[in-house]
């Protein structure tokens, strides 16, 4: 059974940072894309960023600000936030999508103050 666990999310003052993570279990993430995705309340759900392995990419709103990184040894990937905004506010959840499965986590709130 295959389970993603995202953890790292807190409450942060604008301007600050934090680090997200994402383990899965179940299944090796090595050689699959991942990727994060967020859900502002009463908003739709934003892609944020994503990995190929080879290549990365990110949501307009977060270019020059996040970093995303994998660690396929230990089947965990991370996304460096920094310079958090207030409307950076969201749940953020990790994807996993082998051949089409999609898996999701449960989402790890993370609360910007202004």
């Known amino acids: 059974q295959v389970q993603l666990v995202e953890s790292g999310g807190g409450l942060v003052q604008a301007g600050g940072s934090l680090t997200l993570s994402c383990e899965t279990s179940?299944?090796?993430?090595?050689?699959?894309?991942m990727a994060w995705f967020r859900q502002a309340p009463e908003k739709e759900r934003e892609f944020v960023a994503a990995?190929?392995?080879?290549?990365?990419y990110y949501g307009d709103s977060v270019k020059g600000r996040f970093t995303f990184s994998r660690d396929d040894a230990e089947n965990t990937v991370y996304l460096q936030m920094s310079s958090l905004k207030p409307e950076d506010t969201a749940v953020y959840y990790c994807n996993f999508d082998p051949q089409g499965m999609d898996y999701w986590g449960k989402g790890t709130r993370v609360t910007v103050s202004s």
């Open positions: 990995s190929t392995g080879s290549r990365t």
């Open positions: 179940g299944r090796t993430i090595s050689g699959y894309p």
